[in-house]
């Protein structure tokens, strides 16, 4: 019986020399890999357990011609297969299931696994991840070269990405003139994050509002959200002025500039409150891009604290070669498919269910189109 999954992975580069002494298809070894992240496995062994207890099931779809792997041999693949084009690979499927919706948001943000040394800008292996919010999908992955920074590695990761139609959202790493210029020129609008990194345009988004104040916010755009989570209650309040006077040059297309200012309740003690400036090529009301503002974090709840509490990310010690990286693309994918499927309880329990049922388990890898 055929099986989608194989498909994603048939024009994937194989990493390994073409010898006689090759004893695993490469999509054998990539679709165990894949279905044991899902269903529970967190490490080489884990993975190489899993294939080698559920070898009958795999039969069914792959070739096996000898068998299935060994954890060393799953780790030697992963360390040397391209994580750049393993995550393409991936992306394609994920961006035709939210397609159909028309415009997506796509918030880009970058996490850290911080047990995975590496010499990057935090010292550690460093992913940054294309998420589609409301859908909940793994877009596209970059790791962070040794040496690197987040901010040279935004750029390689929207060059993968159909954009034309898309809301990006970043934070203040993603400030940067070429990357919002990158984002227009493909199809795309933007809404950033801006911080101290970026002080003359800081400093002159807060002088539109200073003049805006001293007018008594005439012609402003004002609206107001409130929330409760975590034991906390949070007011906000965006205000947003339209085609805004004395930005410095070289930004393309800001339409916008938004002020978010935010106040928090906690076992009824307020604490201070804090404000964040915003640039945009958007021209929308202030409800409708407070929405894209709060749907950035769904990055950080939908996915990034999913994979530090259920898959145990910050735990993993992944370090050779491109092992790390490509594992956690796997995570990603696993939470962007476990989080699709009609069924109660939290993703740690969709894994374990995933583990027990291979029929659920087919359930979850339809989810992945060729």
């Not at 060994?70 to 297969?81: C, G, I, N, P, Q």
């Not at 205000?239 to 040059?249: A, R």
């Not at 530090?308 to 990310?313: L, M, S, Y």
Request: hydrophobic share 40%; net charge neutral.
């Amino acid at each position: 019986m055929p099986l989608a999954l194989t498909t994603v992975f048939a024009d994937l580069p194989d990493p390994r020399i073409e010898t006689a002494n090759k004893l695993h298809p490469l999509t054998d070894i990539l679709v165990i890999a894949t279905c044991a992240v899902i269903a529970g496995a967190d490490g080489w062994e884990e993975i190489a357990e899993y294939g080698q207890s559920k070898e009958d099931f795999f039969r069914r779809f792959l070739e096996l011609p000898n068998g299935v792997p060994s954890h060393d041999t799953f780790e030697r693949v992963f360390a040397k297969l391209d994580p750049d084009a393993f995550a393409d690979r991936f992306g394609r499927g994920m961006r035709a299931l939210c397609e159909s919706t028309g415009l997506v948001h796509i918030a880009v943000d970058g996490k850290s696994a911080r047990r995975s040394a590496q010499g990057t800008f935090t010292g550690c292996l460093h992913l940054v991840s294309a998420w589609a919010t409301e859908s909940r999908l793994i877009l596209g992955q970059r790791s962070v070269p040794e040496g690197g920074h987040e901010i040279t590695t935004v750029p390689d990761l929207l060059a993968a990405l159909n954009l034309n139609g898309a809301v990006v959202t970043l934070d203040a790493a993603g400030c940067q003139k070429a990357t919002v210029e990158q984002i227009r020129q493909q199809g795309g609008d933007y809404v950033v994050r801006v911080k101290g990194n970026q002080k003359g345009l800081h400093d002159a988004v807060a002088d539109v509002f200073d003049r805006a104040g001293g007018a008594e916010l005439a012609g402003c755009d004002m609206a107001g959200e409130a929330g409760v989570g975590h034991g906390r209650e949070e007011e906000r309040y965006v205000t947003v002025v339209q085609d805004p006077e004395g930005l410095p040059g070289g930004w393309t297309d800001v339409g916008a500039v938004a002020l978010v200012c935010r106040e928090r309740r906690a076992k009824g003690q307020k604490s201070e409150g804090t404000g964040h400036y915003y640039i945009t090529s958007l021209r929308v009301r202030a409800a409708v891009l407070a929405g894209y503002i709060r749907n950035h974090w769904g990055i950080e709840n939908g996915l990034h604290w999913v994979l530090d509490v259920a898959f145990r990310e910050d735990d993993s010690r992944a370090r050779t070669g491109h092992a790390a990286a490509n594992l956690g693309m796997l995570r990603r994918v696993a939470v962007s498919l476990l989080t699709r499927t009609k069924v109660k309880g939290s993703i740690k329990t969709r894994r374990m269910k995933a583990g027990w049922d291979d029929n659920y388990l087919l359930q979850v890898i339809q989810g992945i189109t060729a």
